[in-house]
DNA sequence: ATGAAAGCGCTAACAC
DNA sequence: GTGTTAGCGCTTTCAT
């Protein structure tokens, strides 16, 4: 209807110079109104606009990324899971990617994926993005160490290592050693000679710096360091943890690397008859919703993916529109140990081999309402 | 080092005429062999390879975008939510988008967003993707009815009616009903009188499809249709269900939404004293991971994200890639209801206003090893 | 404060 | 089978 080319399909979006034309000024302007340059009077500013408002003008993303050389977006590694904190952390990314007026690409690595990273790292380049966020990446087999497509863009990983070398590689959450040692400084607190660990996939650098953290606290309080039992993530991998660990009546507290695993173990020592948190205690990790109401409601590590996001991300464009500046420091993001009712005093020392059934504990029973947020204590 | 600009910075990125001099070939070839078009000799595709390989060239999509009109990417627009649904939904999708040979643009609509789905969309559309999907959309305020903007690309909407008109809207993901009502029938079958209903805000459609399906299976079966809880998915607004729902002695059965309100639910139930599944039985919706490893081990419908991402994308790039041609015909994903512990026929009716504890279920405790999968049963 | 001209690196249509 | 010629719709540089 617009512009007569004939064709009635689609007729064919706007470009800059429709909307010059009913301006009555050069295409140029037009790009200077849209760009926010300076040095465009309001009258005329506003006639373009109302110019463009008319046609439906949108502007041609193909052809700026094209002439400028940059594409104003950001590419997002995620591995391809709904677990909770991959997935926490990426719509926390995506938040902030919008908010700073930046598109966003995902691309999923999966496990055991032959091209793995760097399969997903080359796509985004071949998107053209400005810069990259890796996001809780796992250890490749093989592929180990560096990237073989040279990645000139700034990169942000989230929660690892640096897995290669790039012009830029910026760091964002780490400190899962420093709230792991909170959970176990929580146990020994309580009274707990030692605490187990079940571990989450060493694969995943996010596993390997909880099961550091279970380590350095031990260390640092001198405590025995029983053998960890590495689960898969899963509450199924958890279970059949909790089966072992349940015919050891050594164990009074276990810390697991995840919330999802948490349950798991708690199911299967409460089949085995014993009892959390009265026989054992038991912490989570991640805080997801369910935490607060299975049951006993769990003691976990909060996770601030939005924070993590927030801050890395303020890094990264910073990085990407300040080639040459010096990169933004990172800060540990705050540990918050959210106290529930799977963790108690350890049940009093018996001679071994003997069963028994401990006393309920003082006010802790499943008639307490689950404190909505409750109880939670900021460390560090 | 390749090419002599003299600046060191950035070795400027290699263009397709790079590779067709290093490989003694017109322009024209270098691009035909990228796009595996026909008529180029084995030998001559070798050569360009080659070259290509020693140059580290990448084509630059910004102007394989702009000279083709296409950008070979879908976007996706999905609520900011780690809820296990739509995340669940999104990895589906960011997996089969991969494989189609598409990239994967993602915005979020945050609930209360003043922009919500027509910002979103027209952020995809400045974006030039060349199709939509809509993951899980919810009910806007004011905004009810048609996007402001044209929609000149196909959409896929998963899981609701059309939010508005475009020139092809594909629908996926529906027979939400269909498996509220297999729930709601295994507990009729059981015996229970009616079934209660802890809906889901009714502001999503999946709540309201779920809401659907219990009404009209209650209906079939000529039962009394109680009130109607309305919660907002989170395990918090669960007990506080589960609170009201302890209260009224007459309720035997309940259905609720998702897993995690069912979680709460059954918490608030056991505080008040009524235990799942001997007093109360529960069904959930999602068969999240854990579900099975809560206690009671939940019974819950689980949905196919995979499968519904998959068949919904197939038909979107069909249409994306035929605009002429009919669309594809779309398919109800199976029904399938996962039978755990949560469940089991109704106590023996007595006198209202006298409190009870009947007998335990028959080989039904907490000491059953909750069935990895099992028991599960697919209707329809 | 505004405009003219020259590409950005590719694909498309046609020639050979 | 392969090459040539034009743009795609912007941003950039330089004039004015």
């Keep these: 209807m617009t512009r007569g080319t004939g064709r009635e399909q689609s007729p064919a979006a706007p470009r800059s110079v429709d909307v010059a034309r009913l301006a009555g000024v050069s295409q140029k302007t037009v790009s200077r109104v849209f760009n926010d340059e300076p040095y465009v009077s309001a009258e005329v500013r506003r006639r373009v606009l109302e110019a ?77 993005v400005d810069g990259i966020v890796i996001s809780e990446p796992i250890e490749e087999e093989g592929a180990e160490g560096d990237l073989t497509v040279p990645v000139n863009v700034p990169v ?12 830029t590689v910026l760091y964002g959450a780490g400190g899962a050693d420093l709230m792991a040692r909170a959970a176990i400084e929580h146990l020994l607190d309580l009274g707990h000679p030692t605490v187990h660990h079940l571990a989450g996939p060493q694969r995943w650098y ?52 995840n919330d999802d695993m948490a349950i798991g173990l708690i199911r299967a020592l409460a089949e085995a008859g014993r009892r959390v948190p009265e026989d054992v205690s038991v912490v989570g990790f991640d805080d997801i919703p369910v935490a607060a109401y299975v049951t006993p409601p769990l003691t976990t590590v909060r996770q601030q993916f939005d924070t993590v996001a927030q ?39 018996r001679p071994p081999g003997r069963r028994r059934h401990t006393a309920s504990r003082p006010g802790g029973g499943p008639h307490d309402p689950p404190p909505a947020n409750g109880g939670s204590s900021t460390h560090h």
Tied chains: 1, 2.
């Design 206 to 257: 996010a596993a390997k710096d909880r099961l550091e953290g279970w380590r350095a606290a031990l260390a640092a309080h001198g405590r025995d360091r029983p053998p960890v039992i590495e689960g898969d993530w899963s509450a199924a991998s958890g279970y059949a943890a909790g089966r072992e660990l349940a015919a050891d009546p050594e164990v009074t507290a276990v810390f697991a690397a």
């Design 52 to 128: 463009a408002e008319q046609l439906g003008y949108r502007r041609n993303n193909a052809a700026r990324a094209l002439a400028s050389g940059r594409t104003r977006s950001i590419g997002v590694v995620t591995l391809g899971t709904a677990l909770y904190g991959p997935a926490s952390l990426l719509m926390g990314v995506e938040r902030v990617v919008r908010d700073t007026g930046y598109a966003l690409r995902v691309v999923n690595t999966m496990e055991g994926d032959p091209a793995g990273l760097a399969g997903a790292v080359g796509s985004l380049l071949d998107q053209g």
């Design 156 to 167: 942000l990983v989230l929660g690892a290592p640096p897995p290669f070398t790039a012009s």
């Design 311 to 349: 801050e890395g991300l303020k890094r990264l464009v910073h990085a990407i529109e300040n080639p040459q500046a010096e990169a933004l420091p990172a800060s540990d993001p705050p540990v918050h140990l959210v106290v529930r009712a799977s963790t108690q005093p350890p049940p009093p020392r």
